[in-house]
């Protein structure tokens, strides 16, 4: 008994001890996970997610206490990866790699101290556990604007077989009497995850083969995409008798709510059919947990701190004292203050403007410049540009294909072209022309990063990453410009208005961002 308890007190020790390390070395993600991301509508549920993987742990904790303990080497090669994401994630400003570096770490220290036949009891809740995490930017804002188009497709098709005229451009739905928008609050996206984890949870419960689980979880997809459609539908042939009132307020929150229910309930239903058309061989057959050999509880013979937890330590501890002893991001301030960029240029003429505080605040850049130029023919071009003395976690360059969308611009086309300058030089940009209602506007944007023109997100986060490494510098600035098409105006002509402006907005950028 005495062996017992001291063993039990040593594995509590333990646990404490890769708990606080853990604790330290991600408290500035938690920190924007818990107060950033699971406070945006889309993923509030999240927030659940590791209480209900808890229970599913509980659940598990008799085979748990059946199956052979032996400690494995194995698990060495999850903390190894997900060590190296973590410096991917802290030196680059990427939270989602330190999102996964966590859970490939917690993966790794559960296989190494319990062995692979035990971690096997926890492998659906540890798969569970990735709900509790955001999607990247750049596959939100891409699966966001999918939803909403398709919704909005949906939505006008269904209106039409009502009878009802409808018309969609874009995000836009024009009814005749009305237009409504279909925001990222109709995407489909805030009920389209919970629902899809709820569909984990409840095939995780249904004894069945695994095709006919798999082909229930899928089914989540169309459920939610087809309810959501007809949510907007709803909200387009009622709008006729009870006005706006059915776009907003109560009763727009309580369908949202009313057609997760409803789509919920269509699995449940959809569980019940596949039963019924095909029925299932004997439960036993089909458990939820493992099927493993029955063992004598081996606890007595494991020991409270297995060398093979011990690289995971050294790793953790260097990791941390490396993480608060070195500075990887020395602050470049730009060669200039951007509050002096010339508002003439050769043939242009510009207008100052400032950004509210709510989105400097949010942005957290160090300088930046927002200036509307007008050439002789009166025709706009708008040049913003943020510059980052250092980029960190929360504090870094944000690229316009992730923010545009959100804003209600459709990209209608994007990739990236080679802009002429002086002589034989080119600059490679990326390009948007996009739309939002019957406003089409034409995009460049560029990523100057110590000496670098970048066009990609992830090219952005790798030279940060490297650049922190050998150079302690992470500073760089994003250029973007904008016009309009006037009226009937061919993109051609707007195309060849960005690039005479590119050309002229070069050399001076070059006198403001630091290489």
Same mark, same amino acid.
């Given at each position: 008994?005495?062996?017992?308890?001291?063993?039990?007190?040593?594995? @509590?020790?333990?646990?404490?001890?890769?708990?606080?390390?853990?604790?330290? &070395?991600?408290?500035?993600?938690?920190?924007?996970?818990?107060?950033?991301?699971?406070?945006?509508?889309?993923?509030?549920?999240?927030?659940?997610?590791?209480?209900?993987?808890?229970?599913?742990?509980?659940?598990?904790?008799?085979?748990?206490?059946?199956?052979?303990? *032996?400690?494995?080497?194995?698990?060495?090669?999850? @903390?190894?990866?997900?060590?190296?994401?973590?410096?991917?994630?802290? &030196?680059?400003?990427?939270?989602?790699?330190?999102?996964?570096?966590?859970?490939?770490?917690?993966?790794?220290?559960?296989?190494?101290?319990?062995?692979?036949?035990?971690? %096997? *009891?926890?492998?659906?809740?540890?798969?569970?556990?990735?709900?509790?995490?955001?999607?990247?930017?750049?596959?939100?804002?891409?699966?966001?604007?999918?939803?909403?188009? #398709? /919704?909005?497709?949906?939505?006008?098709?269904?209106?039409? &077989?009502?009878?009802?005229?409808?018309?969609?451009?874009?995000?836009?739905?024009?009814?005749?009497?009305?237009?409504?928008?279909? *925001?990222? $609050?109709?995407?489909?996206?805030?009920?389209?995850?919970?629902?899809?984890?709820?569909?984990?949870?409840?095939?995780?419960?249904?004894?069945?083969?695994?095709?006919?689980?798999?082909?229930?979880?899928?089914?989540?997809?169309?459920? /939610? @995409?087809?309810?959501?459609?007809?949510?907007?539908?709803?909200?387009?042939?009622?709008?006729?008798?009870?006005?706006?009132?059915?776009?907003?307020?109560?009763?727009? =929150?309580?369908?949202?709510?009313?057609?997760?229910?409803?789509?919920?309930?269509?699995?449940?239903?959809?569980?019940?059919?596949?039963?019924?058309?095909?029925?299932?061989?004997?439960?036993?057959?089909?458990?939820?947990?493992?099927?493993?050999?029955?063992?004598? =509880?081996? $606890?007595?013979?494991?020991?409270?701190?297995?060398?093979?937890?011990?690289?995971?330590? &050294?790793?953790?501890?260097?990791?941390?004292?490396?993480?608060?002893?070195?500075?990887?991001? %020395?602050?470049?301030?730009?060669?200039?203050?951007?509050?002096?960029?010339?508002?003439?240029?050769?043939?242009?003429?510009?207008?100052?403007?400032?950004?509210?505080?709510?989105?400097?605040?949010?942005?957290?850049?160090?300088?930046?410049?927002?200036?509307?130029?007008? =050439?002789?023919?009166?025709?706009?071009?708008?040049?913003?540009? $943020?510059?980052?003395?250092?980029?960190?976690?929360?504090?870094?360059?944000?690229?316009?294909?992730?923010?545009?969308?959100? /804003?209600?611009? #459709?990209?209608?086309?994007?990739?990236?072209?080679?802009?002429?300058? /002086?002589?034989?030089?080119?600059?490679?940009?990326?390009?948007?022309?996009?739309?939002?209602?019957?406003?089409?506007?034409?995009?460049?944007?560029?990523?100057?990063?110590?000496?670098? #023109?970048?066009?990609?997100?992830?090219?952005?986060?790798?030279?940060?990453?490297?650049? $922190?490494?050998?150079?302690?510098?992470?500073?760089?600035?994003?250029?973007?410009?904008?016009?309009?098409?006037?009226?009937?105006?061919?993109?051609?002509?707007?195309?060849?208005?960005?690039?005479?402006?590119?050309?002229?907005?070069?050399?001076?950028?070059?006198?403001?961002?630091?290489?």
């Amino acid at each position: 008994m005495k062996i017992s308890t001291s063993l039990k007190g040593a594995t @509590v020790c333990t646990s404490l001890l890769f708990a606080g390390l853990i604790a330290v &070395l991600y408290r500035g993600a938690f920190s924007w996970l818990v107060t950033v991301d699971w406070a945006r509508e889309d993923y509030s549920s999240s927030a659940f997610v590791p209480f209900i993987a808890a229970y599913l742990v509980y659940e598990r904790r008799a085979l748990l206490r059946k199956t052979t303990c *032996v400690p494995s080497w194995a698990g060495l090669f999850p @903390v190894c990866a997900g060590v190296a994401l973590y410096w991917l994630g802290e &030196l680059s400003g990427e939270f989602f790699s330190m999102y996964l570096s966590f859970w490939l770490i917690l993966v790794g220290l559960f296989w190494s101290y319990m062995g692979w036949r035990r971690f %096997q *009891v926890l492998l659906f809740p540890m798969l569970f556990l990735l709900a509790m995490f955001p999607l990247p930017n750049y596959l939100n804002t891409m699966l966001t604007l999918k939803l909403k188009l #398709i /919704s909005s497709w949906l939505g006008v098709w269904m209106m039409r &077989l009502y009878g009802l005229s409808a018309y969609r451009e874009g995000n836009v739905i024009d009814l005749g009497f009305t237009q409504l928008q279909v *925001v990222d $609050a109709c995407s489909g996206l805030r009920y389209f995850l919970p629902l899809l984890v709820l569909s984990l949870l409840l095939a995780s419960y249904y004894r069945a083969p695994l095709w006919k689980r798999g082909f229930f979880v899928l089914s989540a997809v169309p459920v /939610s @995409v087809v309810t959501n459609g007809l949510r907007i539908a709803s909200v387009g042939i009622l709008y006729q008798f009870f006005g706006p009132v059915v776009a907003e307020g109560f009763f727009h =929150d309580f369908s949202g709510w009313f057609i997760f229910m409803f789509s919920l309930a269509l699995l449940l239903a959809e569980l019940k059919l596949l039963k019924r058309v095909f029925p299932d061989p004997a439960p036993a057959a089909y458990a939820s947990e493992p099927q493993l050999e029955a063992a004598v =509880d081996t $606890a007595g013979g494991v020991r409270s701190f297995p060398a093979q937890l011990l690289p995971t330590l &050294l790793l953790l501890v260097c990791s941390l004292a490396a993480a608060s002893a070195v500075d990887f991001r %020395q602050k470049v301030v730009p060669a200039r203050s951007f509050a002096g960029f010339p508002l003439e240029l050769a043939g242009w003429k510009g207008s100052r403007t400032a950004m509210d505080r709510i989105y400097l605040d949010s942005l957290k850049l160090d300088d930046y410049s927002m200036v509307d130029y007008r =050439d002789r023919d009166g025709k706009t071009v708008s040049l913003y540009v $943020a510059y980052y003395g250092s980029q960190s976690k929360g504090a870094s360059i944000h690229s316009p294909a992730s923010c545009l969308p959100g /804003s209600g611009w #459709i990209f209608e086309e994007s990739g990236a072209v080679a802009v002429p300058l /002086s002589g034989a030089a080119s600059m490679r940009v990326s390009r948007a022309y996009m739309q939002k209602g019957e406003v089409k506007e034409l995009t460049y944007y560029w990523f100057p990063q110590r000496g670098r #023109i970048l066009t990609d997100t992830w090219e952005l986060k790798l030279y940060n990453f490297w650049d $922190a490494l050998t150079r302690q510098r992470t500073d760089g600035a994003l250029v973007r410009v904008i016009t309009p098409l006037y009226g009937a105006e061919r993109p051609g002509d707007a195309e060849l208005r960005l690039q005479a402006f590119t050309r002229e907005i070069t050399p001076v950028l070059a006198r403001f961002i630091p290489r």
